[in-house]
């Protein structure tokens, strides 16, 4: 399905993993215009090992997959369904580089401990960690539950403090490290009806700031990356009146994100080029909010 003046300009292969063609299209000023599928070659993040979290779609994919395309040896994080992990698993093995999966609900410390020693078994110093897991419930105040609110702040906020506490001592001692934190616009710019999910961004956009001063001096780096509107099959979970043309329409640059757009950002932040950069939010939402 094409709309008047949309064309895809994706390949199927590039799309065909997590959303389908015929409800995602981006405007014809796509990706190619930008920068293109290549882009991940500019990186090269080889010999090096990267934890992911949430990694078995989506953005988390995205960041996984494009991580190995550079290089990288990668540890995914799924949090039950060990079999996405391991299609991404294989796919990310294809470019010859070490990538286990690790099943842990990241916003339970009990098995967030456990995963991160089996991590550093395998793949030893962790030098970039994505903190990439969120839950976005669209619920009134009245109708959020003490757990849910208590869901919502373990896997937004929780999770980042708990892979803090499991990796940033390894990276003070070997004096470097590169950590990124998955934060969204609703952390910024509020949003009714989701008072644990803005509350939760915005706090991890706190922690972010608070952690990079406290590991400067050791040359870790940790940012905050924040999402316009992502091309991925999240929302239609949670929004099934969801009409990703009619955003692109309300967005400048007319088209929705790509999710390797926000993995080229990690990567990005992660690389030695971004060095002097810490304690930001980048944001990359096609223009939709300007901060
Ligand atoms: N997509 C967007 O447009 C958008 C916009 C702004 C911000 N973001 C942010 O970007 C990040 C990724 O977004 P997404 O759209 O790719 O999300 P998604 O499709 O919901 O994927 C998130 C992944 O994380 C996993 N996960 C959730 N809680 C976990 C936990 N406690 N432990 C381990 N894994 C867990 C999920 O697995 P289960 O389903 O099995 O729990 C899922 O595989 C999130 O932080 C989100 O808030 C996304």
Known sequence: MNHPGISLVFSAQAVSDSFPLDRWPTTE??????????????????????????????????????????????????RRNEQEGELVAQEARSHGVRVNVYVADVADFNEVAPMITAVKEDFGFIDIYISNVGLRLRQSLEGISLEDWRRVLDTNLSASFFLAKLLVADMKRER???????????????QALRAHTVATKAGLHGFT??????????GITVNTVVPGIINTTRPKKHYPHWDPIRLADEVPLRRIGDPREIAWTCMFLASDEAGYITGQAIHVNGGLAMF
């Open 29 to 78: 000023r796509g990706l190619n215009a930008v920068g293109g599928t290549e882009m991940h070659a500019r990186f090269d993040f080889t010999g090096s090992n990267v934890l992911v979290t949430g990694a078995g779609r989506n953005i988390g994919r995205s960041i996984a997959l494009e991580f190995a395309k550079a290089g990288a040896n990668v540890a995914i994080n799924v």
């Open 176 to 190: 470097r490290g590169r950590i990124v934190h998955m934060s969204g616009l609703d952390g910024f710019i509020g």
């Open 209 to 218: 700031k608070a952690l990079a001063l406290e590991v400067a001096e050791y």
